[in-house]
């Protein structure tokens, strides 16, 4: 379980994140959702090591908060540990879309071969392969964040963090995307941590985090527990 233990963040005088406690369940979809300058960003931020907190840690294990290990380790521990999808899919464009899904295996130290690989079976499995040796931009946008969410996937991560992942799509490929999180979430146990203002997304999570004014509002579980 991801356990984030009493988090504050300031920028300057304007306080962004005020005493966050929140633990995250393993192996689900948690959406966060809120107003516009709730601080859902700036959590998710901190949840993937991208940006430190003033105060407060995030564990992702055994109660050992991440905020401890050297910049370094940090940064191999995100490498290995944690998948991140954009709002834009942020693919690099000299690259193919395969070059692009295997770069945080390359990265982590995988063998090229092998990278390659895990990159072309991970396109396949979200009907991409025919795609494989495109750039970013011969491809659509839908394309482009299935791309993007192979390659958060690459590692094999505990966690996946999606900013707005689906906020640049059309009501199509946006459906597409949402369900292809849910089907993987049950094919893989991966855990998702999903910033959206999409209500159909964060009606059918798993959990739903409400966050206003730097807080924690709510936290609803959508989970039925069977007793048969």
């Not at 962004?16 to 633990?23: K, S, T």
């Not at 959406?31 to 995030?58: E, N």
């Not at 690459?154 to 597409?176: F, M, W």
């Not at 049950?186 to 985090?209: C, K, N, P």
């Amino acid at each position: 379980m991801l356990e984030v233990r009493n988090i504050s963040k300031r920028f300057g005088a304007l306080e962004v994140l005020r005493g966050i406690d929140l633990q995250i369940p393993d192996g689900l979809v948690t959406s966060i959702v809120g107003p516009s300058g709730a601080g859902k960003t700036t959590l998710l931020q901190i949840l993937g090591t991208l940006s430190r907190p003033d105060s407060g840690k995030v564990c992702y294990e055994a109660g050992k908060d991440v905020f401890a290990m050297r910049d370094r380790d940090l940064s191999a521990f995100r490498n290995r540990h944690i998948g991140f999808v954009f709002q834009m899919h942020r693919l690099l464009p000299e690259f193919t879309i395969e070059e692009n899904v295997a770069m945080p295996a390359l990265i982590a130290g995988m063998p090229h071969g092998a990278a390659m690989a895990e990159a072309r079976r991970l396109l396949a499995r979200l009907g991409l392969s025919s795609r494989a040796s495109h750039r970013p931009a011969e491809l659509s946008g839908g394309e482009c964040q299935r791309g993007a969410v192979a390659r958060a996937l690459i590692n094999k991560p505990k966690v996946i963090l999606a900013d707005e992942p689906s906020g640049s799509l059309d009501s199509r490929n946006r459906r597409e995307l949402h369900q292809l999180f849910f089907d993987l979430r049950s094919e893989t146990g991966t855990t998702f941590v999903i910033v959206t203002h999409d209500e159909s997304l964060a009606a059918d999570s798993d959990v739903i985090v409400s966050m206003a004014d730097g807080k924690i509002e709510s936290t609803q579980s959508n989970i039925i527990i069977s007793n048969s």
